[in-house]
């Protein structure tokens, strides 16, 4: 299985130690990991995203997991994902775990794992106390459960834009405030769903949900399952 995971703040850099330690104990397969941001972390991204220390989120995220699991083959791509670079990035039979902050990366990823035959992609976001976890499943050139865009106009019609585009004075202007308990929830209920993914994919499970709600401010988790 070939895993990547695309955007390592407040949520992917979190939920990489749990993913790497579960795949390093499992005896059901071979696994590969390629983290993939362009991005920087910095030391005012302490207060909620885990490194070790500053510099490129795909090249530190990556010498970190080395360093802790060095029987997993793991690989940076210090790139932000694009129009002109995504074939490279995400091809057939892969499980995509999508951590980013804008719709028009969201757009980009659904829209390129349409077109592959096989695929899976997991996509967390949130904001200040609440978010969501969608999953979407392509088998044999079929659609398991809809896109990511599906019943999102948000992620269908981005009114953002994709990070590669910005300047570096207008990333820095893109954060939005954050907790780090909201990004800890996006990336457990993110873990949960590769799991449950997994087991559909090895014929031992079934797809019970395709997408999660959670609201930290009232403590509800509503899951959904999407069809067409």
Known sequence: MNIKVIGLGGIGSHLMSPLCRHIDASREGQYSVTVIDGDRYEARNADRQEFLDV??????????MKRD???????????????????????????????????????????HC?????VVLISGGNELTDGNVQIYVRSKGADVVPPI??????????????????????????????????????????????????????????????EQYF??????????LRKQ
């Open 149 to 210: 865009t599906y019943l999102h106009p948000e992620i269908e019609r981005p009114s953002d834009r994709n990070p590669a585009e910005l300047g570096c004075e207008e990333l820095a202007q893109t954060g939005v405030p954050q907790l780090i308990f909201t990004n800890l929830t996006a990336a457990v209920l993110m873990l949960s769903a590769f799991r449950m993914v997994c087991a559909f994919l090895s014929g031992s499970g079934k797809l019970v949900y395709s």
């Open 114 to 118: 349409q077109t592959l035959a096989d």
């Open 55 to 64: 510099g490129n989120k795909a090249e530190v995220t990556a010498e970190r």
């Open 69 to 111: 699991f060095p029987g997993i083959t793991i690989e940076a791509k210090p790139q932000f994902v694009t129009q002109e670079n995504i074939f490279f990035m995400i091809n057939e039979g892969d499980v995509v775990l999508l951590g980013v902050d804008n719709h028009a990366t969201r757009k980009l990823v659904s829209d």
């Open 215 to 224: 609201d930290l401010a009232t403590g509800n988790t509503r899951a959904v």
